[in-house]
């Protein structure tokens, strides 16, 4: 479903404009330090760039519902924490090292988490707090209260409105936009999402509805309204916002990841990457969720990411320059599960642990040229990031070298840019030497706002130098600095908790168009079923329960792993039968989001039947792809 993607629907419009910033004090520039070489960030991307991670919070009526996209015709009842606690939510996110918040305040199905005199899909027509509650309130004075940043996140397409498609609803999203950046104090980031038009309840109209994200949006009248009222807040998302999307909901940026862009509507290959040479600065933003699913499923809690794997999510995210915005969804009490919790401190200890000593401090710092005493070797070492080494303009490719105290061992190495001056080095290498002779330790495409280079062990180095391979103009380097990593403490994964599940274990392929669609039953999200990619002829599995039992609905978990040359499903056809023989229709639909969001799909049947065979058949992938991949299959009772 590509053009109902999360971020596919970009629109084009407005550069981004330069404000003061308190975050990022302006220093006083030293004559004849360099020009600035290309695009350069304003202030508030700067200031974006320093935060380097912060955490997603997906909490809304979906929660309740089991949904990752919901319809719009919830009932706000079903809106019902029973132990809402955003101190125990903004606490999980900053023992796991994150420094801001951003809260959905309105995901897709319409829902509003404050209590807005716009619309009556909101938190006071809920039962929380008898309608007096609201979660935008809440979760802004928790976070402040922690000394975190604050954003929002205000999904444009609205499947409950009914005015969704038209003018009117244009209106009443800029007034939505209004309230929520004049009601909750300063916000360092405003999320627009790419998923925009398609099939919803718009107020009982129950139909699709297309639009031309550009022209009916306006984006820049909405980027420049943001700003008018946030103007310190970086807009994620369309062309002529402060920041864009990775390309991907896995966590993985390219590498390289170039903060620059052409000046023209993203695409999505370009987004992973960034390009060299961008007319525009328009960093990535990497987004993951700590589960499967961005929001909360009882079924996905013996599947939360372990403490490793965020380890890798941080070098394959900001080590690689962007920044890394974690999702870390509540449960329906209203809190982070203890699980996740776990997971959290466990990353963020040792996160802090290692990044706490720079072992090049002490290090004599020499170059094969200087440009002047302003801008001497010695600046990557006095931790001001406004500070740098550099060199004449004519010598672009010059070395650094640094003296190391003795006995000093690390195995990782983290080198800046001064980003005022552009991204400056295109390809570069570390060296090391060891024992009395120099070694490569790795070489790289791009620095920019930071880039840290894990090795497979620890050294004990004498010195090593950073060699500068390629540039277009002379190096600024802010910093490099090396460290010691510290390993996560393990957790172990606890046993799923949602007893409406039915356990596969016994269940058997009786039938499939492709060989090895038992992997579907094994519950291990790194084996697949794969098979060409559906033309004329449909894919089909057919499942034996091994017993009759009442079943509700049927649950898909794509393939995670990123691939281009395989794809998930993008429709389905459900049908159950008691012997085999006789079957009949049970669902049939799209699935939402799934090509990128690669969460778990949970398809409800038209009304919970008996059954002891369920046989699924799939038309086509959701994105044009060699292969058809899905990981498992399951079902539930309710």
Not at 358 to 370: F, H, K, N
Not at 593 to 606: D, E, G, K, S, V
Request: glycine share 8%; hydrophobic share 40%.
């Amino acid at each position: 479903m590509t053009d109902l993607s999360r971020r596919t629907l970009i629109a084009s419009g407005l550069a981004a404009t330069a404000t003061a910033t308190p975050a990022f004090a302006a220093t006083t520039t030293p004559a004849n330090a360099p020009a600035p070489y290309g695009a350069t960030p304003s202030p508030r991307q700067l200031a974006w760039h320093r935060r380097e991670r912060y955490a997603f919070v997906h909490f809304s009526i979906n929660t309740f519902t089991n949904r990752e996209w919901g319809y719009g015709d919830e009932s706000p009842a079903l809106f019902n924490p029973t132990d809402f606690a955003p101190d125990q939510i903004v606490a999980a996110a900053k023992a796991g090292g994150m420094r801001g918040i951003i809260l959905t305040a309105k995901h897709h199905d319409g829902f509003c988490l404050w209590p807005t005199q716009l619309t009556d899909h909101c938190i006071r027509n809920s039962p929380y707090k008898n309608g007096k509650g609201d979660i935008v309130r809440e979760m802004e004075q928790a976070t402040r209260r922690a000394g975190l940043a604050f954003g929002l996140y205000l999904s444009p397409w609205d499947r409950n409105h009914p005015e969704y498609g038209r003018p009117a609803y244009v209106d009443y999203y800029r007034k939505q936009v209004v309230e929520l950046c004049t009601r909750y104090g300063e916000l360092f980031e405003f999320w627009f999402d790419g998923a925009n038009g398609g099939d919803g309840y718009y107020g009982g109209a129950k139909e699709t509805r297309k639009i031309d994200a550009p022209k009916y949006y306006n984006w820049p009248s909405i980027i420049a309204l943001v700003h008018q009222h946030q103007p310190m807040a970086c807009t994620f998302d369309p062309l002529g916002a402060d920041i864009r999307w990775v390309g991907n909901e896995d966590g993985v940026a390219g590498d390289p990841c170039w903060p620059t862009m052409p000046d023209h509507p993203y695409v999505q290959s370009e987004g992973n990457s960034g390009v060299r040479n961008g007319a525009l600065w328009w960093p990535a933003e990497t987004d993951v969720s700590i589960r499967p699913g961005w929001f909360y499923h009882p079924d996905e809690d013996a599947k939360v990411k372990d403490p490793q794997r965020l380890i890798r999510l941080h070098d394959e995210s900001i080590g690689r320059g962007t920044n890394l915005n974690l999702n870390l969804p509540p449960d329906r009490r209203g809190r982070i599960p203890d699980h996740d919790v776990a997971v959290l401190k466990s990353f963020g200890t040792a996160l802090e642990a290692s990044f706490a000593t720079d072992l090049a401090q002490g290090a004599i710092a020499s170059a094969s040229a200087t440009r002047s005493a302003a801008f001497a070797p010695a600046k990557v070492l006095d931790g001001n990031r406004d500070t740098y080494w550099s060199t004449p303009d004519r010598v672009t490719t010059p070395t650094l070298t640094l003296d190391l105290p003795p006995n000093r061992s690390f195995d990782l190495i983290r080198i800046r840019e001064h980003l005022p001056l552009g991204v400056r080095v295109t390809r570069f290498a570390i060296e090391a030497e060891v024992a009395g002779r120099w070694q490569r330790l790795a070489e790289k495409t791009a620095i920019g706002s930071q880039r840290i280079i894990r090795l497979d062990a620890p050294i004990t180095a004498r010195r090593i130098r950073l060699v500068i391979l390629d540039a277009p103009a002379c190096p600024a380097i802010s910093e490099v600095a090396l460290f010691r990593s510290v390993a996560p403490v393990p957790v172990a994964a606890p046993r799923s908790s949602d007893a409406t599940l039915i356990s596969p274990r016994d269940w058997k392929v009786v039938t499939a168009t492709a060989p090895g669609a038992e992997a579907l039953l094994d519950g291990d999200g790194a084996t697949i079923w794969s098979q060409p990619a559906p033309t004329t002829t449909p894919a089909s599995v057919t499942l034996d329960l091994g017993t009759t039992q009442t079943v509700a609905g049927f649950s898909l978990t794509p393939w995670r792993h990123p691939d281009k040359v395989s794809a998930p499903p993008r429709n389905y056809r459900a049908e159950t039968s008691t012997d085999g023989r006789t079957w009949t229709a049970a669902a049939d639909g799209e699935f939402q989001n799934i090509a990128y969001a690669l969460a778990t799909q949970r398809i409800p049947f038209t009304a919970p039947r008996p059954l002891r065979y369920l046989r699924l058949t799939f038309a086509a992938t959701a994105v044009p792809a060699e292969k058809l991949a899905i990981a498992d299959i399951g079902a539930f009772t309710r």
